[in-house]
C-alpha cells in the first residue's frame, strides 16, 4: 500500500508566538485520519502556557490570556498529554502530518525541555 492511503496522524499547535525557541503551546490535536478506518478526532487540548499570550498570537488563534487561564490546562501537564499522543502515534507506526509539522515538533521538543 502506498503510504497516502495509510492511517496518518494529523498534529498541530497554536502558541503563543512564531520563533519556535520561545513560543509558548496554547493548542493542541493529534488525531487519526485514512487508512480504511474511522477517523479518531479527539477534542483539542487547550493549555494555560503560564505567560501572557500576545495579542498578534490572539488575533491568530483567538486565545486570550484570561481565557486560557480559566479554561486550559496547566502547561506540564499539557505538555505530558500532548507527548503521550505524539508517542503513541510513532509507536504504532503511524505518521505525524502537518501544515508545519518541523515548527510544531520544535516547540514541543522546547516545552519538553522547560518542564
Known amino acids: 500500500m502506498s503510504w497516502h492511503l495509510g492511517r ?12 519556535p525557541e520561545q513560543a ?3 493548542e493542541a490535536f493529534a488525531g487519526r485520519v485514512g487508512g480504511a478506518l474511522e ?5 483539542p487540548i487547550l493549555v494555560n502556557p503560564g505567560i501572557e499570550v500576545p ?10 490570556t484570561e481565557y486560557l487561564r480559566e479554561h486550559g490546562c496547566p502547561a506540564d501537564a499539557g505538555v505530558n498529554i500532548i507527548v503521550s499522543w505524539v508517542a ?9 502530518v502537518g501544515h508545519n509539522i518541523s515548527y510544531d515538533l520544535t516547540v514541543l521538543d522546547r516545552e519538553c525541555r522547560r518542564y
Open 39 to 43: 477517523p479518531l478526532n479527539p477534542d
Open 88 to 96: 503513541d502515534a510513532l509507536q504504532e507506526g503511524v505518521p505525524l
Open 8 to 19: 496518518m496522524a494529523p498534529f498541530d499547535l497554536e502558541t503563543t508566538g512564531v520563533d
Open 24 to 26: 509558548r503551546i496554547v
Open 55 to 64: 495579542e498578534g498570537a490572539s488575533k491568530v488563534h483567538g486565545y486570550t
